[in-house]
């Protein structure tokens, strides 16, 4: 029991799913022979891929329509048998429809894959192997698919607990692991290139990634003490991530002067000692070790000492601002030494206002509805063009598999084209070299294992190569590239001992296909430029629906339930113009993406999401420090020139400049903070620093737009 608790969510899914396709074979052929056990392990395997960690209401939605695209895909090919033009045609077919499923976004790549695995699952069918024709093997591919979603919604149902904890536990690790890069920032001890903006942007990403996957497991649980203290841990980290994206404002502004370095090391300290807790607390919670102690009263005290003690040259205005960040590191001890609290066992309100309603929004998309088909049937679309691009790409592989001297396996040709070729070229470069790499890998483990002519010992390593592909398939595709080739490769050594595996012919295939892959990235290409003009728009249009809700005084429940939604698509925008300039670094140097704009866009627009909550922190935990009056007549001036400018209304820009319209128009670089009890110019300059980097941002993204180039 000890070891499976240390084993993460991926690895508990692919032993669910290995588990699931054995019984699905050990059952269907003790009731209906060893044939429809052998086309039901194929049903199994298809069904299997959208079998990813996801609460239990999820789990079916997702399985029974890759079981059914595997039936059906099946049964083509099936119809088809014999005559190489149909066959090609079918492959063309399946191929367009199954990459068309990407217009659902992320949560359709499993399932675009599956009928594509059905075609070479059907067509390495051995008609021989036994009597089931063409329409009774669709049926058994199709009743394997459906035992295994059974398979899928019980074993989902008896991990849930244990995914929450482990999805929970991953987003407190994620966040600890941003605290100790930030610390390391804050510090000056990383080199040139990593203290990028691209390196930072990469972090908050993962952060944000593992924030997501803990709300859609924490959020969809049923209400119970339990479940509310896991989703107050999560709203916890949430606000801790704003407060720590608001921890980068100013800090530069230290200097790099011996006091400077000496205030520098000391934040930089206390943020790697919450790191520290975070860890313990990850550990409380997906191991059950005790909580750790902290307190926050203490850690405030010891934090000032230490800031004090620096020897600053009399009368350095610095000393107000590094009182301001000593107020935000002390947000941050307070949300954490709530967030151990509350993990151990703190008060449970049974009357807390996160309803499964109001929770609902925060989680991923779910369904598929059709009108998301819509926007895609055009060329235009990277999508359609992908579709396009695969269907041509998988048909000339299979017709050159099937030309080819070595042509007893015309579908694992298919297959290498399949699975390198990806919907832009930095993927597919990856999976490339990868797919190269664990082919061999798995050709020298499959030469060890065709000495073994003892089929219960060839027949669990297939079982644990289909857990290991699906647990890695994500995370690292080398391994499951691995894992791939010994299910391939231990198929006929599982049928005929010792018989010859073709480990030649599958890595000629293996190199012909990522070639043919990578040559194809050429055609209807999606380059990054093309979709530029989309990001932006979806960007603009998201800070502005945030500063919106964020530049409010004394904002009201519903208020806050907004804040935090559009935050939440904020972040996603962010997140989206931060890919595609990861992806824009490998191609061709015409059409990429200037590293110097887009870094500045993504800098600006990172700086007004830390601005915003900077503000909305300082509205609800200082509210009896500032004037009310000023307050309440200076944000709604903010909020429409921000909003204005990143609409692109006529003449926002120009709105708010005139020093009349400026509350703090005269202000200093730092308002006077130290023994200070208004804070009220803070808040001004932080509005003031809205209305600029809103600017900037949008005259970033201006200069980022194409202009009379391809798509």
């Known amino acids: 029991m000890k070891a499976l608790r240390r084993l993460d969510a991926a690895r508990l899914n692919g032993i669910s799913v290995a588990l699931g396709v054995a019984a699905t074979h050990l059952l269907v052929g003790a009731l209906f022979g060893d044939t429809a056990g052998l086309a039901a392990v194929g049903g199994a395997v298809c069904a299997s891929l959208p079998d990813v960690p996801n609460p239990p209401q999820r789990v079916l939605p997702r399985v029974l329509p890759a079981a059914f695209a595997a039936a059906l895909v099946t049964a083509l090919v099936g119809w088809a048998d014999g005559s190489h033009g149909l066959t090609v045609a079918v492959v063309a077919v399946v191929s367009f429809l199954s990459l068309m499923t990407l217009a659902w976004g992320l949560r359709a790549g499993p399932l675009s894959f599956a009928p594509v695995l059905a075609l070479v699952f059907a067509m390495a069918w051995d008609r021989t192997a036994g009597a089931a024709s063409p329409l009774e093997h669709a049926l058994w591919v199709g009743l394997g698919g459906c035992v295994y979603a059974g398979w899928a919604r019980l074993a989902a149902g008896v991990l849930r607990h244990r995914l929450r904890q482990l999805a929970l536990a991953g987003a407190v690790r994620a966040t600890e692991q941003r605290l100790r890069s930030r610390a390391q920032r804050i510090a000056g001890a990383v080199s040139g290139a990593e203290a990028g903006i691209r390196v930072s942007i990469a972090d908050d990403v993962l952060l944000a990634d593992a924030l997501q996957a803990a709300r859609d497991q924490v959020f969809a649980a049923r209400r119970s003490p339990r479940s509310r203290r896991q989703t107050d841990l999560v709203l916890g980290l949430v606000e801790l991530r704003d407060l720590l994206l608001a921890s980068r404002l100013d800090t530069e502004l230290l200097g790099q002067d011996f006091p400077g370095r000496q205030w520098r090391a000391t934040l930089a300290d206390t943020l790697r000692q919450l790191a520290d807790v975070l860890a313990a607390l990850a550990d409380a919670i997906a191991h059950g070790a005790p909580p750790p102690e902290m307190s926050a009263e203490r850690w405030r005290q010891q934090l000032a000492a230490r800031l004090a003690d620096v020897s600053a040259p009399a009368g350095d205005s610095r000393i107000h601002l590094v009182a301001a960040l000593e107020s935000r590191v002390g947000h941050m001890l307070d ?205 603009r249009g998201a800070l502005a629906r945030h500063a919106a809700n964020m530049l409010r005084w004394q904002p009201g429940p519903e208020e806050l339930l907004a804040q935090r939604l559009s935050r939440q698509q904020a972040y996603a925008a962010l997140a989206g113009l931060a890919a595609a300039a990861q992806r824009t670094r490998v191609e061709p140097r015409s059409v990429r993406l200037p590293d110097a704009e887009i870094e500045a866009a993504l800098s600006h627009g990172y700086r007004l999401m830390a601005l915003l909550g900077a503000v909305q922190h300082q509205v609800q935990r200082r509210t009896g420090r500032l004037d009310a009056a000023r307050a309440g007549t200076a944000l709604p001036l903010a909020r429409q020139a921000c909003v204005g400018v990143l609409k692109g209304e006529p003449g926002a820009a120009a709105k708010g400049t005139d020093p009349a319209d400026i509350p703090d128009g005269d202000a200093g670089s730092w308002p006077q903070h130290l023994g200070q009890q208004d804070l009220t110019p803070w808040l001004l300059r932080r509005l003031r620093l809205c209305r600029i980097e809103a600017r900037e941002l949008v005259a970033a993204l201006d200069r980022l737009q194409p202009r009379g180039d391809p798509p």
């Open 335 to 539: 949300d954490v030494a709530a967030m151990v609290a509350r993990q151990a066992g703190g008060d449970d309100p049974a009357d807390s206002p996160w309803t499964p309603e109001r929770l609902a929004p925060f989680q991923s998309p779910e369904g598929w509805p059709l009108a998301a088909l819509k926007a895609h049937l055009t060329l235009q679309s990277s999508v359609m063009r992908h579709a396009l691009r695969s269907a041509v790409a998988l048909s000339l592989a299979y017709a050159l598999g099937a030309a080819l001297p070595w042509a007893a396996h015309p579908f694992w040709l298919l297959l290498s084209v399949a699975v390198v070729l990806r919907g832009n070229l930095e993927q597919t470069l990856a999976r490339r070299n990868e797919r190269i790499i664990g082919t061999m890998q798995g050709c020298l483990l499959v030469m060890l294992l065709a000495h073994v002519e003892w089929v219960p010992l060839l027949s669990l390593c297939f079982v644990a190569a289909v857990g290991v592909a699906h647990a890695y398939v994500n995370r690292r595709y080398r391994v499951a590239a691995t894992a791939a080739t010994l299910m391939a490769l231990l198929q006929p050594l599982m049928l005929a001992p010792g018989s010859d595996p073709a480990i030649g012919e599958r890595l000629a295939d293996t190199l012909i296909g990522a070639g043919l892959a990578w040559l194809f990235s050429f055609v209807l290409p999606s380059w990054e430029r093309a979709a530029l003009p989309r990001l932006a728009g979806q960007l």
